[in-house]
């Protein structure tokens, strides 16, 4: 009896012994997941008005953070807050240690001062001005940072943030020259923390572009240098850091949509509804080492994509390109939320997967809003692994033909770069404006089924 009753004690003031305690066993073990919320267009916390773990709901939770202790195997968490799209993740508890995960989540609405018009407004009609806005938020709390300065160095171009850690710079874009790729550079400084400086900065003339910056409290003689071709695929990278020369001013040139293009239906021979899964959520690995990653950030798949298009494909790209590149990321992202790479994470955030980038542009989010739940199908009408690289001509099978030689006119006596499988890059630009030997602009569909229909794959929606 007085066994009995020292188990019942232990268990019952035991200290960290949750009500799932009487589980715990060498073969059943329990990991702790900690999670922290931010919004996805500012970076400011989110605290939560529920949280659920398989469908039961968790009592407490401190703020914008919660620690989950979950036993091992497959996990659905879903995420509730006001004036935020509920959200939905997968927690996977293995052998591995769980990595610190930030969870990005999607506003209803998007916030005014970066709503496409407002930023386009703010350029006044020079067609020759980057526009830069975003967000300053510190990195610990996700609060925002107001009186944050955002400069260009060496010249008189410089804001503050405002009391939403708001800016907006408007930084004019001189002359083209092939032999000087657009890029500057950004440095973001406030009283009491670590500046940050971002290099090689896109500058795109007629574009909008929208960051998230986090600073770190403390002092630091240097600032934290961020390069930021690290964050461009192969594609971006010929045009800003002159990996191909020459380069023409009509490559970079900003495409305004025009939606009389766009026909109004396609037959493209498939069922209108397919049994394909279809992923709302990935886990992105963080500061990675190719496939090694030391931390996590899980959002939507549309956020996802917001992200990654601008850092493989050109934001100033025609807007069917940026479209077929919208559907081409999307499954190849979801392909791996549903194939993950690491218990802990889907895909990495580098080369070694699709190049994720801190910088969402009005263009590359429309191309993504577009083609919202559009993936490409493999035979079995699941979603297909979609390569694609930056120039595919001449990569095995002579010139004006892919890897895969595939006859791709549009391409021919240019230089390869990249594997050559799947869809070309550069291709997808040349077929949609129309370029020597494609005959006429195609339409971003007609792109896709060009490059992927070899494969036997189909557009699904």
Not at 4 to 19: Q, R, Y
Not at 111 to 117: F, I, K
């Given at each position: 009896m007085h066994r009995?009753?020292?188990?019942?004690?232990?268990?019952?003031?035991?200290?960290?012994?949750?009500?799932f305690a009487r589980e715990r066993s060498p073969k059943v073990p329990f990991h702790d997941l900690e999670l922290r919320f931010r919004d996805s267009v500012t970076g400011t916390a989110v605290t939560p008005a529920k949280l659920l773990v398989d469908g039961a709901p968790i009592g407490r939770f401190a703020g914008d953070r919660a620690t989950l202790t979950l036993e091992r195997g497959?996990?659905?968490?879903?995420?509730?807050?006001?004036?935020?799209?509920?959200?939905?993740?997968?927690?996977?508890?293995?052998?591995?240690?769980?990595?610190?995960?930030?969870?990005?989540?999607?506003r209803v609405?998007?916030?005014?001062?970066?709503?496409?018009?407002?930023?386009?407004?703010?350029?006044?009609?020079?067609?020759?001005?980057?526009?830069?806005a975003g967000y300053v938020v510190d990195d610990e709390r996700g609060t925002p940072l107001a009186g944050t300065e955002v400069s260009v160095p060496d010249t008189n171009l410089g804001t503050e943030t405002d009391d939403r850690g708001f800016f907006i710079l408007g930084v004019p874009v001189h002359a083209f020259d092939p032999k000087a790729p657009p890029t500057g550079t950004l440095l973001v400084s406030r009283e009491g923390y670590v500046p940050l400086r971002r290099e090689r900065v896109a500058l795109l003339p007629g574009t909008q572009k929208v960051y998230r910056f986090r600073l770190r409290a403390g002092f630091a003689p240097l600032p934290?240098?961020?390069?930021?071709?690290?964050?461009?695929?192969?594609?971006?990278?010929?045009?800003?850091?002159?990996?191909?020369l020459p380069i023409r001013p009509e490559d970079l040139d900003h495409w305004q949509p025009d939606e009389d293009d766009d026909p109004g239906t396609l037959d493209l021979g498939i069922p209108a509804e397919t049994?394909?899964?279809?992923?709302?959520?990935?886990?992105?690995?963080?500061?990675?080492?190719?496939?090694?990653?030391?931390?996590?950030?899980?959002?939507?798949?549309?956020?996802?994509?917001?992200?990654?298009?601008?850092?493989?494909?050109?934001?100033?790209?025609?807007?069917?390109?940026?479209?077929?590149?919208?559907?081409?990321v999307r499954s190849y992202g979801g392909w791996h939320a549903l194939h993950p790479i690491n218990e802990n994470y889907d895909i990495c955030s580098n080369g070694c997967c699709q190049t994720y980038g801190e910088a969402t542009y009005p263009s590359t989010d429309a191309a993504t809003n577009i083609t919202i739940?559009?993936?490409?199908?493999?035979?079995?009408?699941?979603?297909?692994?979609?390569?694609?690289?930056?120039?595919?001509?001449?990569?095995?099978?002579?010139?004006c033909y892919t890897g895969t030689c595939l006859y791709d006119p549009v391409d021919c006596g240019r230089s390869a770069n990249g594997h050559g499988r799947g869809m070309c890059q550069w291709g997808s630009q040349h077929w949609a404006t129309?370029?020597?030997?494609?005959?006429?602009?195609?339409?971003?569909?007609?792109?896709?089924?060009?490059?992927?229909?070899?494969?036997?794959?189909?557009?699904?929606?």
């Open positions: 009995v009753v020292s188990i019942f004690l232990l268990l019952l003031f035991a200290p960290h012994v949750s009500l497959v996990h659905t968490i879903a995420i509730a807050a006001p004036g935020y799209r509920t959200f939905e993740m997968k927690g996977i508890i293995g052998e591995e240690a769980l990595l610190p995960t930030t969870v990005l989540l999607d609405a998007l916030p005014e001062e970066v709503s496409p018009a407002r930023l386009k407004a703010f350029a006044g009609g020079e067609e020759r001005m980057a526009v830069i934290e240098i961020i390069d930021e071709s690290e964050e461009r695929g192969n594609a971006a990278a010929w045009a800003f850091d002159e990996r191909l049994n394909a899964t279809r992923p709302t959520s990935i886990r992105v690995g963080m500061s990675c080492s190719c496939r090694s990653c030391s931390s996590v950030i899980v959002m939507s798949i549309q956020t996802y994509v917001k992200h990654v298009l601008p850092a493989e494909w050109i934001a100033s790209w025609h807007y069917n390109s940026l479209r077929a590149g919208a559907v081409a739940g559009q993936y490409l199908l493999d035979e079995s009408w699941e979603i297909a692994r979609s390569e694609y690289s930056a120039e595919n001509n001449d990569t095995g099978c002579g010139d129309g370029a020597e030997n494609a005959g006429w602009p195609r339409f971003y569909i007609w792109i896709l089924l060009h490059y992927y229909k070899q494969y036997g794959w189909y557009l699904g929606f």
